[in-house]
Every structure is written in C-alpha cells, then in structure tokens.
C-alpha cells in the first residue's frame, strides 16, 4: 500500500486516489474524435484521392484495357468545354429554385415559429413528412401531377392558360418546381431554428421606435435570422445543383444538367476520367460559389 493512502486529509478521511494524469486528459478529446476521423478518412478522403487519380488517367484507355496514369490535365478543359452548358443551366435552374424556396420558405418557417402556437409541431411534421418517403417516389409523384393527361393540366388549359399543346412536364419548369418541391425543407428547418429564437419584444420596441413592419423586418428580423438563412441557402443550393434525378424524370435531355452528365459518364459510357474530370470541376465551382457567398454574408452581417 502506498503511504499516500494513508495519510489524512484535514477533515479526518483518507486521500482520495490521485485522478488522471494531465496527458491523458489533454489526450482524451483527440481518442473521441478517432471514430468519426477515421469514418470520414476511409469513406470520404480515400475516395477523394481516388476520384483524383481517375480524372488524370489516360482517356484513351477502358475498363476492359484498363487506364493509364499519364497526368491527364487537359481531361478537365476537354470536359469543361464539351459540357459547360450543362453546369451553366445547372446553376440556374438552382438559382430560380432558390429564389421560390426563400419566396415560400421564409414566410412558412416564420410562421411556425412565430405564429403556429400550438400548432408548431404539427406544421413541423407536415414539412419533414415528404422526407419520410423516397426520394425518387417523391419525384415520380410529380411526374404524375404533371403528365399531359393530368387533371392540373387539363384544368390550365381550360381556363386557357395553356395552349391546347401545352405541357407542363419534360420542360424547365417542370424540373426548377422538382428541385425546389424535393430540397425545401433543408431551407425550412434551419430558419425555423433561427426565428424560433426571435425575441418578439425586439419587434414591439421597433414598433415602439415607428418603424414600418418592413424596416423591422430588415433591421430586426433578417439579421437575427442570418444564421438559419446562410446555413438552409447552403443546405439547399449545393446538392440542388448536383442533382440529376429531377431532370431525369421530369425533363428531356435538353433540361439535362451536370449531374445527369456526371451519371452518364460513369454508368453508360463508362468514360471514367471525363466523370471524374467532371466531378473535379463541380466541386470546385462549388466551392467558389460557397467561398464568395459566406464572405459576402459575414461582411454583411457584421455591417
């Protein structure tokens, strides 16, 4: 036994045994960080670093002769400039989702929030509730809603706001209403969260002040649910632009976007190093795109 065992403490009772060592403490966040580090590791920067690799390899080769790494750069300007259409109308038809996402979203999360009282959680579920189905059902149920002998086109062209010929599906439309109806709620519940936090007092000593509702709305409301909106437009736009499954089924190959490309590339052509090229470039634009937005944001928040 160790003597420091039985030394008393000022009231009378044993030491308590010394607890762990500076190191191991220091040391202990790092060991609950190993899973989830290795899990992004092997699932995420391998096949990164992989993808990587393919967009170099030799575009000559196949699967069936395998490919050669010859430091292919010029397969991303050969996949920029056979396919810059495609990332141009990807871009915008998420920007136009965008865009009806905010004109529909907002005014919804700031309802809930604010307004719902104890109807707050139902409206909650109604907006995750298409979540609980599958993505491709979801878009196929439009398909339906859509189709040249549904009842909402039959009932726009009664009223004559369609042509006798008119269509709704398989055109831009058709595909913007997809991305925006699938990827909406990861607009919605961030600026839930955001607004739920308002304080209404805020409002009411701005009323106080004569200010009109909308410039409370854009001194009080808008900056406070900053947060919510940079996280759900980022939540939206980044795999709204990667999509392909909504110009697959509710447009034609003139509505194709870069994911539809990227698929192609990968499972029917079987072209990898253009996908991967492809897939390189997305990214990177992405990226770009996401970079210049927070920086734009902070700057704004912070005037």
């Known amino acids: 036994m160790s003597a420091l065992a039985h030394v008393p403490t000022s009231a009378g009772q044993p030491a308590a045994p010394p607890g762990p ?9 790092y060991l609950l960080l190993l899973p989830g580090a290795a899990w992004l590791l092997v699932f995420f920067v391998l096949p990164l670093l992989q993808l990587a690799a393919a967009s170099l390899y030799d575009p000559s080769g196949s699967l069936a002769t395998g490919y050669a790494m010859t430091g292919e750069v010029g397969n991303y300007w050969d996949a920029l400039s056979a396919y810059w259409p495609h990332f141009a109308r990807s871009f915008v038809y998420s920007a136009i989702a965008l865009v009806l996402a905010l004109l529909m979203g907002y005014p919804l999360a700031y309802a809930i929030a604010q307004k719902a009282g104890r109807w707050k959680n139902l409206l909650l579920v109604a907006v995750v509730a298409p979540m609980f189905t599958s993505f491709l059902v979801r878009t196929l149920a439009w398909k339906t809603i859509l189709s040249d002998n549904g009842a909402l086109v039959g009932l726009l062209r009664d009223v004559h706001l369609l042509g006798a010929d008119g269509r709704l599906l398989a055109t831009p439309f058709a595909v913007v209403l997809g991305l925006t109806y699938n990827f909406l709620p990861f607009l919605v519940l961030p600026l839930y969260a955001s607004l739920e936090r308002l304080d209404p007092r805020l409002l009411e000593a701005a009323s106080d002040l004569y200010a009109s509702p909308l410039r409370a709305f854009r001194r009080v409301t808008l900056p ?4 919510g909106l940079i996280a759900g437009t980022l939540l939206f736009f980044i795999p709204a632009t990667g999509d392909y499954i909504n110009a ?13 490309v990227i698929d192609s590339a990968f499972l029917v052509r079987l072209d990898y190093p253009q996908g991967a090229a492809l897939s390189f470039l997305l990214m990177a634009a992405i990226l770009a795109i996401v970079f210049v937005y927070l920086r734009k944001a902070g700057t704004e928040e912070v005037l």
């Not at 060592?21 to 966040?29: D, I």
């Not at 406070?224 to 947060?227: A, G, K, V």
């Not at 697959?248 to 539809?260: A, H, K, R, S």
């Open 248 to 260: 697959e089924l509710l447009g034609t190959p003139n509505e194709y976007m870069i994911g539809n």
């Open 21 to 29: 060592s500076r190191g191991r403490r220091r040391l202990l966040p």
């Open 224 to 227: 406070l649910s900053m947060p």
